[in-house]
């Protein structure tokens, strides 16, 4: 009796251990590993791409600072401002002469206006002034609005330049009738000085040529006097 006693204590003991370690092996009692959240890594993408965002404002905002920087060095570069009879006057006279004939073709700005010509930015509010490319001609056109008061002074400023010209001896040869051919005229607010045109027969006499030349330039005052309605 006493040996069957001791069989069921082991039996049971080892039905214990069995239920035991089925519930291991099924994983009910197994504590589920924690999973790992890398949050730093998170963070720190986070942070670099603000400061990548950062970087790409502060530029933005350089190339801004600069593209105005230079749109008011341009501004105030001395860029001649025309106005509508100005541009009208203009257009026709270089029909008058013909687009390929009009060797004043490169435009000058204050500072040149005031240097080569003596006019002082503060005499006019508006102003065409051209001049030829290469130094060999002569060939210019300027046209001013002066200010009040100072007609005169543009007016004085523009002869003493013609002066210079028909004075100087050393001038090409095909230039001088050109030169002597020059008007300088005062009309309203306007003065222009007109020393342009193309002759056709360079083979004249110099007094034809200066002729020639003073006709041209004198039809160029007749259309400053049309559209300015003088």
Same mark, same amino acid.
């Given at each position: 009796m006493k040996k069957n006693t001791t069989l069921l204590a082991l039996a049971l003991i080892?039905?214990?251990?069995?239920?035991?370690?089925?519930?291991?092996?099924?994983?009910?009692?197994?504590?589920?590993?924690?999973?790992?959240?890398?949050?730093?890594?998170? +963070? %720190? !993408?986070? *942070?670099? &791409? #603000?400061? +990548? %965002? !950062?970087? *790409?404002? &502060? #530029?933005? +905002?350089? !190339?801004?600072a600069d593209e105005e920087a230079s749109v008011d060095d341009t501004a105030d570069a001395g860029v001649l401002t025309s106005n509508e009879v100005l541009d009208a006057i203009h257009q026709r006279?270089?029909?008058?002469?013909?687009?390929?004939?009009?060797?004043?073709?490169?435009?000058?700005?204050?500072?040149?206006?005031?240097?080569?010509?003596?006019?002082?930015?503060?005499?006019?509010?508006?102003?065409?002034?051209?001049g030829p490319l290469m130094s060999v001609h002569v060939d210019k056109f300027i046209a001013i609005h002066a200010t009040e008061g100072n007609v005169e002074n543009v007016a004085n400023a523009l002869n003493e330049y013609r002066d210079i010209l028909v004075a100087d001896t050393m001038q090409?040869?095909?230039?001088?009738?050109?030169?002597?051919?020059?008007?300088?005229?005062?009309?309203?607010?306007?003065?222009?000085?007109?020393?342009?045109?193309?002759?056709?027969?360079?083979?004249?006499?110099?007094?034809?040529?200066?002729?020639?030349?003073?006709?041209?330039?004198t039809q160029v005052i007749d259309i400053a006097k049309e559209e300015i309605g003088a």
């Open positions: 080892a039905l214990l251990a069995f239920t035991g370690c089925s519930k291991n092996d099924n994983g009910a009692d197994t504590a589920t590993p924690t999973p790992v959240v890398e949050e730093n890594i998170t +963070d %720190t !993408t986070d *942070d670099t &791409t #603000t400061d +990548d %965002t !950062t970087t *790409d404002d &502060t #530029t933005a +905002d350089d !190339t801004t006279v270089i029909d008058l002469v013909g687009e390929e004939n009009y060797v004043a073709n490169m435009p000058y700005d204050a500072t040149a206006l005031s240097e080569l010509f003596g006019v002082d930015p503060s005499w006019y509010d508006a102003a065409i002034a051209d090409y040869p095909m230039n001088v009738a050109k030169i002597q051919g020059s008007v300088v005229e005062t009309v309203g607010d306007y003065v222009f000085l007109s020393m342009i045109g193309y002759v056709d027969d360079m083979e004249q006499e110099e007094s034809d040529l200066i002729n020639a030349y003073t006709e041209i330039n």
